[in-house]
């Protein structure tokens, strides 16, 4: 059996390890539009590329990035928050990722909410280790990426022999189409490649989501857009850099926009390694271009937050107000280059979302000219008596964009690779009870099937893993939505009421409200699923 991975991203290569892990036998590829990436530190220029691939149709992966692949801001850049339930899937695809991660993190216990005023609103306590096993990490998605990429890299070390990579870099594709049999992937460059299953790791603008549902759900600006970037914890004042000891995370609230700061990097680091994630998000109908010069960003960014304030501003010294040193740091060194670039490439991220989908796979139908709805499809529903095959699976944000607010994106899409990879190892694993076709798969090659088997196994999967998948994330995006419309322009009634929210989330609600999200387990979730359904089948 083969399967290729359409993107480079996060959840394109964990959803490699996790295949690799659990469905050793099967063959594998990677193919990604950009070339291969540098490693670097979190705030670096040579930090592989953006948060999400929410603004750029240009990227094979499930992050966004420059349209120019010699960038060297090219796959993935930015901070983001790793919930113990991401890191949870992480560990069981790979140890090691895992422990990369921990050890390059910073692993927080709450976040604290302020308002523009610098009064605190509440906390949101994550639960860490003691409740979940794990802890929410804080951390650059540089070294996310990093963490899966390394494990890759040795492997294709360790197998010089082979004639073919894992990741193809600088492979951009063009079209992909579900044949009866199979799958076939056409790239910009003319070549053509056959699989049994493609999953779709290709972000916001996945061109394996337009096999299935043409132009119809193209990813749509939503109003809110976000800047954001590192800074060196060493170049702010001493006042923020021991108020980051007390409150390593916090968000600020006004009526007009949302600021964001955290540590980054593992406090047993060096001072001059450790690093601090800031990040603004605020409602625009015209966002700013992701080449606006540093001078205007500053600009924009100090009409929203140079007023604000905060319990660390420095008494009796101006400059040295919280919200305005990080802005001015900032684009201080974007203009400069300090620090050789470590620290100086932002990102500009308009936020891109694609509406909801009905369906993840292409169990129920593809595309018939690449531009209107599925075969037989009425409106935007599943389709009845559909001839689909479910050999197109999406994952991460090629199934639905998932916005920063929800601080699960990267979690979900780990998520997803783990119960892909465990759906895949119990529908495609040896289940022959005939004798006659156990002695046909014992003289094939490992990991191959008969092709009825084949096809009826890939619709058990697709069909699975829709069933387990969707309802998790719709439900946490119903969720992220409340919380992204908190950072949208609103008016004096309801500041109030989402303080008086915040307050009740924060004092008023026990620990647990967190277990359905933060304590979900991957692999139970897969196995009474597969309990229910078995009889079924």
Not at 98 to 119: D, L, P, W
Not at 294 to 309: C, F, P, S, Y
Not at 469 to 485: A, Q
Request: net charge neutral; with cysteine; proline share 5%.
């Amino acid at each position: 059996m083969k399967i290729i991975i359409i993107g480079a991203g996060i959840s394109g290569l964990a959803t490699y390890h996790a295949l690799r892990k659990y469905a050793p036998s099967v063959q594998i590829q990677i193919y990604e539009a950009h070339h291969h990436p540098s490693p670097a530190s979190p705030g670096s220029d040579k930090n592989e590329t953006s948060s999400s691939s929410l603004s750029n149709p240009n990227s094979n992966s499930d992050s966004d990035s420059d349209s120019d692949s010699n960038s060297s801001n090219l796959i993935i850049g930015g901070g983001l928050g790793l919930a113990p339930n991401g890191l949870r899937a992480l560990d069981v695809i790979s140890p090691s990722a895992a422990k990369y991660i921990q050890q390059r993190g910073f692993e927080c216990g709450e976040f604290v909410f302020r308002n523009q005023k610098g009064r605190k609103l509440g906390r949101m306590r994550i639960g860490g280790q003691n409740r979940y096993g794990f802890g929410e990490m804080m951390v650059a998605r540089a070294v996310v990426h990093e963490s899966l990429l390394f494990g890759i890299e040795e492997e294709e070390e360790e197998n010089k022999e082979k004639t073919e990579k894992v990741v193809n870099w600088g492979r951009k594709v063009k079209e992909v189409k579900e044949r009866e049999d199979g799958v076939d992937v056409m790239f910009e460059d003319g070549a053509t490649e056959s699989c049994d299953l493609v999953v779709g790791a290709d972000g916001a603008w996945s061109k394996c989501r337009e096999a299935i549902f043409g132009e119809e759900y193209q990813p749509q600006y939503d109003g809110l857009t976000g800047i954001g970037g590192f800074l060196p914890l060493a170049s702010l004042s001493n006042a923020l850099q021991e108020g980051l000891k007390v409150e390593p995370v916090t968000m600020t609230f006004s009526r007009s926009g949302f600021f964001g700061y955290s540590m980054c990097s593992n406090p047993s680091l060096p001072l001059e390694e450790q690093y601090v994630q800031w990040w603004s998000t605020y409602e625009a109908s015209t966002p700013l271009s992701r080449d606006t010069p540093a001078q205007e960003v500053r600009t924009q960014l100090l009409n929203r937050h140079g007023m604000w304030k905060s319990p660390y501003d420095t008494p009796g010294s101006p400059a040295s107000n919280v919200f305005l040193q990080i802005i001015n740091s900032a684009c201080d060194q974007m203009s400069s280059k300090k620090d050789g670039g470590r620290s100086s490439k932002w990102l500009i991220l308009p936020r891109f979302m694609t509406p909801r989908l009905p369906f993840w796979t292409s169990l129920h139908g593809v595309s018939v000219d690449g531009r209107g709805p599925v075969e037989g499809s009425k409106g935007r529903g599943p389709v009845e008596g559909s001839k689909g095959h479910g050999r197109i699976v999406l994952v991460g944000d090629a199934r639905s964009t998932m916005p920063p607010d929800s601080g699960q994106g990267v979690s979900c899409a780990i998520e997803d690779a783990l119960t892909l990879a465990l759906l895949l190892k119990h529908f495609v694993g040896p289940k022959v009870k005939d004798d006659a076709l156990d002695k046909l798969l014992a003289e094939s090659a490992p990991g191959v099937m008969t092709p009825a088997m084949d096809a009826e196994a890939l619709r058990k999967l697709a069909k699975a893993y829709e069933d387990i998948r969707v309802p998790r994330v719709k439900k946490i995006l119903r969720l992220s939505k409340r919380s992204g419309d908190e950072k949208r322009e609103i008016g004096f009634l309801e500041e109030k009421i989402r303080n008086l929210v915040l307050f009740i989330f924060s004092y008023c609600l026990p620990d647990s409200i967190h277990d359905g999200t933060f304590g979900y387990d991957v692999q139970v979730g897969v196995d009474r699923y597969l309990a229910k359904q078995e009889w079924r089948w």
